[in-house]
């Protein structure tokens, strides 16, 4: 079982930047977990932000966002992070973390059927 809650999501106008977190709480260590960030639009489908290996070392972005957000994580404090920069309406979202339990294979995986557990999401919404 693992626990994930979101936190950092508001109202900011165009061009502007959030920091969400999602913090992890488990029995598991959280350096064995990847980590993905997904965001759901009114009326939309859940689609994938970006995901994190275990060690952070390689990262994995959504053509629609790449080179404006960065997902990061910090090991120690079992928490996972996503800097999202130059935001733009078509931004707002719910936006969910999520834990890929598996293993035995190297990569990341941007299907949202693939992760194992979810938090509750947070509220991004982008004004022009």
């Known amino acids: 079982q693992v626990q994930l809650v979101e936190s950092g999501g508001g109202s900011v106008q165009a061009g502007g930047s959030l920091r969400l977190s999602c913090a992890a709480s488990?029995?598991?260590?959280?350096?064995?977990?990847?980590m993905g960030w997904f965001r759901q639009a009114p009326g939309k489908e859940r689609e994938f932000v970006a995901a994190?290996?275990?060690?952070?070392?390689?990262?994995y972005y959504s053509d629609s966002v790449k080179g404006r957000f960065t997902i990061s994580r910090d090991n120690a404090k079992n928490t996972a992070y996503l800097q999202m920069n130059s935001l733009k309406p078509e931004d707002t979202a719910v936006y969910y973390c999520?834990?890929?339990?598996?293993?035995?294979?190297?990569?990341?995986?941007?299907?949202?059927?693939?992760?194992?557990?979810w938090g509750q999401g947070t509220q991004v919404t982008v004004s022009s």
């Open positions: 994190i290996t275990r060690s952070g070392g390689w990262t």
């Open positions: 488990s029995g598991r260590t959280f350096s064995s977990f990847r």
């Open positions: 999520a834990v890929d339990l598996s293993s035995g294979y190297t990569g990341l995986k941007i299907s949202a059927g693939n992760y194992d557990y």
